[in-house]
Structures are given as C-alpha cells and as structure tokens.
C-alpha cells in the first residue's frame, strides 16, 4: 500500500512568517513528488514538483526531498494571508500511472 | 499545462437517476483521472481512462456504478449512476502533464443527491 502521510493541521502561521508543511511517504519506489494548493471550493493546482535530493525554490516556496528519510516538504517564505489553503503532497511511484495524494495540510495565514 | 474544463460545474439530482460529467481538454492527452472529493477529505482516484481501452478502476469503484467513456484524445465523460446521497461530492477530472507525472485538475461537478 502506498501511503502519503501529511499532518491535517490546522496550522497557523503570523503573515510573514515561514509556514513549514511536511510529508512522509511509505513507498521506496517513489520516485516524483509535487506539492498542490487547494482554496475551498476550487480545485487543486499544482504548485512545486521535485525529484532530487535537497532543495527546489521557486519564490517564496522551496520544495525539499530527503530519500532516505522518506520525507518532503514545503516551506512558504513570508507567508501572505493569500496562502491560506489546503496543501495537497502527491507522490508518483515507478510503474503507476496514478499519483498518491496525502490527505493535506489546512494552513491559515494570520494577518 | 492543459486548460480543462467540466460540465456541468454543479447539479442537484433526485436519488436514483443518473448524471453524466463530460472533461474537455484543449490539447491531446494520453491520460485522463477521475477522482471523488467528498467535503473536508483529500481526492480518492475512481479510475484511470486511456483512450481506446477501458478505464482501469480503483478498488472500491465499479463500472456498471461508474461508467467512462473516453472517445479521443481530448475528451472523457463518467456518469454516476443510480445514485444515492452517499454520492454526493465533488468530482473532478484530471489530465497528466506533458512529461513529468504531474496532473492538472479541472474545476470540478458539485453533486448534490436528494
């Protein structure tokens, strides 16, 4: 069984603060793994993708993947009220068509 | 990525009947997903549709409960069928990315069953 594992949160952040959002993945086989945000009512929308070891930024947000640790997160920069959304972790794992979704990290940004 | 859009964006149905969402892409696409989002939960994947072949469902989900068609290249359509309030959810197509296994999310059908 594939698991995605995410805290469900809710956490809080002040506005400008790092929101750290974590996951955890059961799968050794896995292989991509992306980072979706999800506004209530809407649909999620892909926002950092990263295959490698160590650090990916795009921003305010840095992707990182620790292999051996099972292990990836996100961490926003200087947190915006905007950010406020459910944060989705999917993992591709080699030989699947489909991607593994945790269950997401709620994270509310206070002004 | 693609521009998906899904019809109807929203209905409410009476137990019983059946409702058909339809998944328009603007470009061409190998694979397409259909997942279930109930309120407050994460997506659970129904089934994948490749053109050409038949959908390969999830366990848990069956084909004469969800049936999918997949036409082309850049259009798959899955009806609920004889429906209950348990099916009420949100149901949202998704289309693989170009090169990497990321997916793109359409909008979404809100279904409601009475």
């Known amino acids: 069984q594939k698991e995605v594992e995410q805290n469900s949160g809710p956490l809080s952040v002040p506005e400008g603060a790092i929101a750290s959002l974590n996951c955890t993945y059961s799968d050794r086989g896995s292989q991509s793994f992306f980072w979706y945000r999800q506004y209530s009512g809407k649909s999620p929308e892909l926002i950092m993708f990263i295959y490698s070891n160590g650090d990916k930024e795009d921003g305010r947000f840095t992707a990182q993947l620790n292999k051996a640790s099972q292990y990836v997160s996100l961490l926003i920069r200087d947190s915006q009220p905007s950010d406020s959304a459910t944060y989705l972790c999917a993992v591709h794992v080699a030989g699947a068509n489909n991607l593994f979704f945790g269950t997401g990290t709620r994270l509310t940004v206070i002004p | ?114």
């Open chain 2, 1 to 114: 990525s693609a521009v998906i859009s899904q019809k109807p964006s929203r209905d409410i149905c009476q137990r019983g009947t059946s409702l058909t969402i339809q998944c328009q892409v603007d470009s061409q696409v190998t694979m397409m997903f259909w997942y279930r989002q109930q309120p407050g939960q994460s997506l659970t994947l129904i089934a994948t549709a490749n053109q050409g072949s038949e959908a390969t469902y999830e366990s848990g989900f069956v084909i004469d409960k969800f049936p999918i068609s997949r036409p082309n290249l850049t259009f798959s359509t899955l009806t609920v069928s004889n429906m209950s309030p348990e099916d009420s959810s949100i149901y949202l197509c998704s289309v693989e990315g170009s090169s990497t296994y990321e997916q793109y999310f359409g909008p979404g059908t809100r279904l409601t069953v009475t």
